[in-house]
Each structure stands twice: as C-alpha cells, then as structure tokens.
C-alpha cells in the first residue's frame, strides 16, 4: 500500500484546508479503515479523524465541528476539510490505512497556521 498525502500549506488562523490522500497498490481495499494524525513540535503525535469503509467517523475532540473526514473508495482517496482554523492546528499531518494490526503511512503535509 503506498499513500500520497498533499493539500498543506500556510493558512491564516480561521481560514480552510483541504487535506487530500490517494492510495495505490495491489494490496489495498477500500475495506480498510483510514485516517489522518498530525505531530506538532515538541508534541505528541495526535490521532485527528478516523473512517471506517463505510463511512464512521471519529474525530478528536480539539477538532470535532470543525474538520470533516471523508472518503471516495472509487477513486482510492481520503480528504479531511479544515475549517476555522486555529494556531494550535499547526502541524505535519500523516494519513494513515489500517490493514488488520499493520499501519500503512503517507509522507505527511505541513500545515501552518498564522495568526
């Protein structure tokens, strides 16, 4: 499974982002669990927002009402929609697919928050 996480960038605080995760190889299902964590410096690492295959959602509670997972298991890709954010949002985040126990992970993009 290989993923390709894009769609960071520097926003002002209260502004939107579109995070974007296209996933590709032989072994990948759009039945496997999907999701995005972030890693600020100096902070641990965060688990954001989590999809289930058909469609659950779980999101942390720093982000809940304002940031939106979603998916399209035609075309194999994961979004997250950002919005009203904050300078504690400032990040690298990392999409990730659940295969059983394994993880799978993407490259991660940056977002930056300026206030």
């Known amino acids: 499974v290989q993923l390709q996480a894009s769609g960071g960038g520097l926003v002002q605080a209260g502004g939107s982002l579109r995070l974007s995760c296209a996933a590709s190889?032989?072994?990948?299902?759009?039945?496997?669990?999907m999701g995005w964590y972030r890693q600020a410096p100096g902070k641990q690492r965060e688990l954001v927002a989590r999809?289930?295959?058909?469609?659950?959602?779980n999101y942390a509670n720093s982000v809940k009402g304002r940031f939106t997972i979603s998916r399209d298991n035609a075309e194999n890709t994961m979004y997250l929609q950002m919005n009203s954010l904050e300078p504690e949002d400032a990040a690298v985040y990392y999409c990730?697919?659940?295969?059983?126990?394994?993880?799978?992970w993407g490259q991660g993009t940056e977002v930056t928050v300026s206030s």
């Open positions: 999809i289930s295959s058909g469609g659950s959602t």
């Open positions: 190889g032989s072994t990948f299902s759009s039945s496997y669990a």
């Open positions: 990730f697919v659940a295969v059983t126990t394994r993880f799978f």
